[in-house]
């Protein structure tokens, strides 16, 4: 008998409901994930970002996630070692814009580190900026206006919703002290209520969309952005634990907005640039992909998910972003920073899309070891 057979003959004998709970390889999702984040970092001078920018920070929150499962032991972590750096030589500060959610998405990846490693004083900076916001509400309107700068005050645009609402989550439940959950809570339903399409099920991206329309005739919706809401959702209900009275809300969202995702992956396990509009869009684009793929395996490990209707477009997502990686661990086919759709091509690449294959691969992972 070759090896294939028996192979064949050995995976036969295993029980059904193993074979179910353990869909993927867990070697083969490691190698690819040191891939990507080796390559990230071997790349990491060419980045024009700003260090502590949210572009950055996004990729920061995935590398955490892959430094749990890349070594065994080792200590120290080199890739929390990569981060760690990173954060001293930014003193552990949030970006200047004091109300700004994108400024102040590299937070989630300071209280990630101390939970690590508790430091009091590297949070100082970060609990500092989010008290000064909870004394200091903002009180310009949702209408945003880049020219002016107007609306960037609030949370007036959907990608928003990744960089902030964690930030006052993670704190509410590291400190127990109720305000900033009362905060985020307040501003995520402020926000929902503006841009959340409920026939759709979707969220546009700023109110700059609302009368647009795509070729097809379409409202504009963007993947990446919807994206962003998805993941940023998996990352509050990860600080809610069940029976918390903020909970509901959330999940609910979270469960509504991944079904509707659902129906819009395309065969070949992408998301496009453009939801309603993908035959305009044909090129595959990863960042939204990889950020609807982390937060539907999430939503499945946790059990906030039903299994057997999101596993094989995990399944068919995941294989997707493997696809667009290149043999030195080149991530493709990621949109540029913008807010709509944009035609994207594979030598594409950003530092939040690895961020995203990274934070979809820990999931997977997890799906892959059985835990």
Partial sequence: MNTRKTIVALLLLLPPALLAARPFDAGAV???????????????????????????????MGMIDWAEIAVDGQEPNPYEQFVIAIANRGGWQPAKRMYHADDVCICQVYIDLYRKNPRPRVLWPTLARAQWVIRNPPENNMLLDYSTGKGLDKWSWCDALFMAPAVYAKLYRLTGDKQYMKFADKEFKQTRDYLYDRQERLFFRDHNYFERREANGRKVFWGRGNGWVAAGLAEILKELPPGNRYRPFYERLFVELC???LELQQPDGYWRASL???????????????????AFAYGVNSGVLPRDAFLPAIQRGWQALVNAVEEDGKLGYVQPVGADPRRVTRDMTEVYGVGAFLMAGREIYRMAAGQ
Avoid: C
């Fill in 30 to 60: 490691r190698r690819v994930m040191q891939k990507v984040a080796d390559w990230q970092i071997a790349n990491q001078s060419r980045v024009k970002h700003q260090p502590l920018g949210w572009e950055n920070a996004a990729m920061y």
């Fill in 259 to 261: 079904g509707r995702l």
């Fill in 276 to 294: 309603l509009d993908p035959d305009n869009y044909p090129s595959p684009e990863t960042s939204s992909t990889g950020f609807i793929t982390y």
